[in-house]
């Protein structure tokens, strides 16, 4: 299976860039980090969450959201602005530096901009990129969980998906 515009993107300067910026603010957060790691995961437990519910998905797709989805996490702790609104925005530009299409586009856009609230999910895929951010997390484990905001049903507790 190629990834085409997944593979476009690791090798973009302007993602690559802000990846290492996030790793840079972040290196003494106590709290899950937004880094390669979790949007492989989420990547991952998104593309098993679709195939355990037969829904059909482009996994090009799903990886290149994933990969995005938290990039405004910069901007965020730079002005305030909401991550996911900022992400839509950051997102918008590296993929049209890659020369992704139109189409891929906006379900790339959809899938970011709905990742923070289960509400503004509204397709099943959308459902399951939510889903998949939370499942990443191994909150059973984390020395974080007593100070975490997290509330009680967003945290992973159990191991499962
Ligand atoms: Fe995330």
Redo the contacts with the bound molecule.
Sequence with gaps: MKLELTNKIIKNEHYMRLVSKLKELEKDRIFCK?DME?FLD?ARIAIILCSECGIDYDADIIYTAALL??IGRVEEYRSGIPHDEASVVIASEILDEIGCTVGKKAEIIRLIAS?RTADSAKTELEKIFYRA?KKSRLCFCCDAADECNWPEYKRNNEIGV
């Design positions: 937004h979790h989420l989805h938290d990742h951010d």
